[in-house]
C-alpha cells in the first residue's frame, strides 16, 4: 500500500507541474493562486556533501496519506527546482502538505499543510541538483538523482520531524531476503553453479572506504556490484580476474551493504571478503595447483621429493610462521632443480630460482599465517632430493640426502681411531660421522701415507670450512658444525699412497 501511495504522490506533482490555466484572449491575468502556509517541517540534517543540491520528498504516513514536500507552488511550473527546498549549511527544512486531488481550478486547493502527530509508513528522500531539474521532467529527474534513502519509521510532532542522512538505513534486501553474512577480515566461501547465475552477500560498513577481496577456486572470473540499503548502486560493477582480486568504495560507516556476485565466464567457487585495506585478509584463498597433490610441509622438517621424469614436477606446500621465509633443498640423485613460490590466490611470489652446487636455498617475503605453494622442477634430469623450509638460511638439522662416493663410505666413532689406505697417488677414501658438539676436530696418525688433504661435507653435499693439507706435525683441523647432523670427510694424498688413521673429537688433543 505504501508503494501505491508514493506512486500516487509521484502522478500528482507531475500532475499539479504540468497544469495549465484556459483563459480568453482579452481578460486580464488572474492573481498567482493562493498557497497556504506551512505549518509541518520534516528536518534533514548531515547533508554536508549536498550543499546548494535540491530535496524532493514523498512520502505516506498511517499507510494512506500521502506527503511532498515543496516550498509552494507559484511560479514557473516547468521549472519544478522553484519549488523545492535549497540545501545550505548541510541542512534542510522542508515544508510538509498533503496532497488531495481536487476539482476547483485553483490547484493550491489540491494541497493541505500537514501538521499531524501521525506514525511514517514510508518517507524516500530524493537529492536532486539543479541542472537536472530544469533540463529534465520530473520523473526522468527523479530517477537521476545525485543520492536517495528511505526511511519507516518514526512519529510526527505537529507535522515536525528531524533526521540525520548519514544514519538513515533503507530496509531493500535483494535475492528474495536471504544474502550471505560477511564479517569484516573474514573469508566466506561462495559457489556459482551455472555462467548465468549470482550470489549475493551483505556487510555492515566499519569505514568510509571498503574494500572487496575475492580469492578465485575454479571461479576465475567475476565481477562484483555494491548495493545500499536502498537498492542505490555504490559506484559500478567491476570485473575481478586476474591478478585484479579486489575493488573498493566509499560508504557510510555502520550503515548495512549488499554486494552482487556473478561470473563474467564460467562458472564455480570462490571466495569474498571486506576490510579496509587493500592488503588481502590472512587466511585467505582457495586456489590449488591444477590436477596436483601438494605434500605438506612442516617448519623445519625435511621432505622427501622424486621427480621421475626432465620434465616433470612436484608441489609442495606450507603454511607461513614468518614474514620471511626460507626454502631449502638438498640433492640426491637430482642435483639441479628450480623452485617458484605461489600464494593461495595462485600468484607468484617472487620469480622462480634455480638452485644447484653450494645454491640450496632461497628466501621470499610472505604473509604469516597464510597459505603458500612451491612448485619444483628439474634444471636438468631427474630424480631424488629434500626439501624444507624455516625461517632463516641456515638449513634445518638432520636434514639432507646426499652421499659421496656411490655411498661407500666408513662410519666413524667419536674418539676411536679408524684405519684408511689409500693404494695411488690419485685415490681418494671418505668417512661419515654425527656431529657430537659445535665444534669438531679431524685427527689423523701417519702410516706409510705422510702428507695427506681432508675436506668436509655436510648432509647436502656442501663444503663446511675449506680443505686442509696435513703432514709433519700438522695432525688435526677444526670445523664448525651443526650438533645432530651427518658430516662427510673425503681424504686424498697430498703426495704418495699407503696407510693412516682418522678420529674425530671434540678436543684438539690426540684421542
Not at 5 to 22: D, H, P, R, Y
Not at 217 to 227: D, E, R
Request: aromatic letters at 12%; a neutral charge.
Amino acid at each position: 500500500m505504501a508503494n501505491k501511495k508514493l506512486l500516487l504522490g509521484m502522478l500528482v506533482i507531475a500532475f499539479v507541474s504540468g497544469m495549465t490555466v484556459v483563459r480568453c484572449k482579452d481578460e486580464p491575468s488572474p492573481p498567482p493562486p493562493t498557497f497556504p502556509p506551512a505549518k509541518g517541517k520534516l528536518t534533514i540534517n548531515g547533508l554536508d556533501s549536498f550543499n546548494d543540491k535540491y530535496v524532493y520528498l514523498q512520502g505516506v504516513v498511517d499507510n494512506s496519506v500521502v506527503l511532498l514536500g515543496f516550498t509552494n507552488t507559484t511560479g514557473s511550473s516547468a521549472d519544478i527546482a522553484y519549488n523545492l527546498v535549497k540545501i545550505s549549511g548541510g541542512k534542510a527544512e522542508v515544508p510538509l502538505y498533503t496532497v488531495q486531488v481536487s476539482t476547483s481550478s485553483k490547484y493550491s486547493a489540491s494541497y493541505v499543510a500537514y501538521s499531524g502527530n501521525d506514525t511514517l509508513s514510508a518517507m524516500s528522500i530524493i537529492i536532486l541538483s539543479e541542472s537536472s531539474l530544469k533540463e529534465s521532467n520530473a520523473s526522468t529527474a527523479i530517477m537521476s538523482n545525485l543520492g536517495m534513502k528511505m526511511f519507516r519509521s518514526g512519529t510526527f510532532s505537529n507535522g515536525n520531524m528531524a533526521v540525520d542522512w548519514g544514519t538513515i538505513a533503507g530496509t531493500w534486501t535483494p535475492n528474495g531476503g536471504s544474502p550471505i553474512q560477511l564479517t569484516a577480515n573474514e573469508w566466506v566461501g561462495g559457489n556459482i553453479i551455472s555462467s548465468s547465475g549470482e550470489q549475493w552477500f551483505t556487510f555492515t560498513a566499519t569505514a568510509s572506504t571498503q574494500y572487496i577481496h575475492v580469492g578465485f577456486g575454479t571461479l576465475t572470473n567475476l565481477n562484483v556490484q555494491i548495493y545500499d540499503s536502498s537498492g542505490n548502486t555504490a559506484g559500478g560493477s567491476v570485473n575481478l580476474y586476474s591478478s585484479t582480486r579486489y575493488t573498493s568504495r566509499s560508504v557510510t560507516s555502520d550503515q548495512k551493504y549488499y554486494i552482487k556476485v556473478w561470473p563474467s565466464m564460467g562458472s564455480g567457487t570462490y571466495q569474498i571478503a571486506f576490510n579496509t585495506s587493500s592488503a588481502v585478509p590472512s587466511g585467505g584463498g582457495i586456489w590449488t595447483p591444477s590436477g596436483a597433490s601438494p605434500i605438506q610441509l612442516t617448519a623445519n622438517e625435511w621432505a622427501g621429493g622424486n621427480i621421475s621424469s626432465s620434465g616433470g614436477e612436484q608441489w609442495f606446500t606450507f603454511t607461513a610462521t614468518a614474514s620471511t621465509q626460507y626454502i631449502h633443498v638438498s640433492f640426491d640423485t637430482l642435483k639441479d632443480l628450480n623452485v617458484q613460490i605461489y600464494d593461495s590466490n595462485g600468484d607468484t611470489t617472487g620469480s622462480s630460482t634455480n638452485l644447484y652446487s653450494s645454491t640450496r636455498y632461497t628466501s621470499r617475503s610472505v604473509t604469516s599465517g597464510q597459505k603458500y605453494y612451491i612448485k619444483v622442477w628439474p634444471y636438468t634430469g631427474s630424480g631424488t632430493y629434500q626439501i624444507a623450509f624455516n625461517t632463516s638460511n641456515a638449513a634445518p638439522s638432520g636434514g639432507g640426502t646426499w652421499t659421496p662416493n656411490g655411498g661407500s663410505l666408513t662410519q666413524l666413532t667419536a674418539n676411536r681411531w679408524t684405519g684408511g689406505n689409500i693404494t695411488s697417488p690419485s685415490g681418494e677414501q671418505w668417512f661419515a660421522f654425527t656431529a657430537t658438539a659445535s665444534t669438531q676436530y679431524i685427527h689423523v696418525s701417519y702410516g706409510t701415507l705422510i702428507g695427506l688433504c681432508v675436506q668436509l661435507y655436510d648432509s647436502n653435499g656442501k663444503t663446511a670450512g675449506s680443505s686442509a693439507s696435513l703432514y709433519g706435525s700438522a695432525r688435526y683441523i677444526s670445523r664448525s658444525v651443526t650438533s645432530g647432523q651427518k658430516y662427510y670427510i673425503k681424504v686424498w694424498p697430498y703426495l704418495g699412497s699407503g696407510t693412516y688413521q682418522i678420529a674425530f673429537s671434540t678436543s684438539s688433543a690426540s684421542p
